[in-house]
């Protein structure tokens, strides 16, 4: 039987920018508790002038900058081909990379958002598609994406590195997928019991009323989250969040 080891580095992350006239100021409070963040590409969500304002504010705030990617806006088609997948993937990144770039920084993570997390989620071969795109655009951004068997079937194919995410506010089944049937939590004292369970035991509680092992490497918060500030404070106070790049590092002893 595997021990239980005490976690005591781990990655939190958001989503920022995701809609019109964005003000990073608001989300100020949320920024300071995470680790990673990321940032809308204008594609599926948010605008050129949002990416702007939100890099021009968190430029100097030592935290990571991911691309959040999508489909476009508005549309509801999700059969797309592997070079569509793989040209609306480029091309989100390619902006954010752009942007990063004009203010001396580097993105380093990718993580889905919406209906691509979904699929990604689900569809080992839509995974597959965009794991390859983002390696494409380079071999060492991390592929964020829900923690479960899919994602490390992509680690080990693929040789990308990858980051196993866990919700704090979403129902999991006994085999540690998401039950999308069932709305989210905006309870925070439950969320952070889950937290504190996941820290010691790498355990969450599933729907059959039970618990269920599982294996991540960084927290994503909803922003859009009644409780999202609330939240990420309270959490904070127990653990403060680190990269998933440098809590690797620590690990091997390099630091």
């Not at 993937?89 to 889905?112: D, N, W």
């Not at 071969?125 to 380079?138: C, T």
């Amino acid at each position: 039987m595997e021990e239980n080891r005490i976690i005591k580095y781990i990655d939190f992350n958001c989503d920022l920018a995701q809609s019109e006239e964005y003000k990073a100021e608001n989300d100020a409070e949320l920024i300071e508790n995470m680790s990673s963040l990321n940032i809308s590409c204008g594609f599926h969500a948010g605008d050129p002038l949002s990416i702007k304002k939100v890099l021009e504010y968190c430029r100097h705030k030592s935290k990571v900058i991911g691309a959040s990617i999508g489909f476009p806006k508005n549309s509801a088609k999700t059969d797309y081909s592997e070079d569509e997948i793989e040209a609306i993937v480029l091309y989100q990144i390619g902006a954010l990379a752009s942007f990063a770039k004009a203010y001396s920084l580097e993105i380093e993570h990718v993580r889905p958002h919406g209906e691509m997390y979904k699929i990604c989620a689900e569809n080992k071969e839509f995974a597959l598609s965009v794991a390859k795109s983002i390696q494409k655009f380079s071999k060492w951004l991390i592929y964020y994406g829900e923690a479960g068997e899919i994602i490390e079937n992509i680690a080990s194919e693929l040789d990308i590195n990858v980051a196993r995410e866990i919700h704090l506010d979403k129902n999991y089944s006994e085999t540690g997928v998401i039950d999308r049937n069932l709305g989210d939590i905006e309870n925070t004292e439950k969320s952070i019991a889950r937290l504190k369970r996941l820290l010691e035991t790498s355990e969450i509680d599933n729907t059959a009323g039970g618990l269920t092992k599982v294996k991540f490497d960084t927290i994503h918060f909803n922003s859009l989250a009644n409780n999202a500030k609330e939240l990420a404070k309270e959490a904070n106070s127990i653990i403060i969040p680190r990269p998933v790049n440098y809590n690797r590092v620590v690990e091997s002893g390099w630091v």
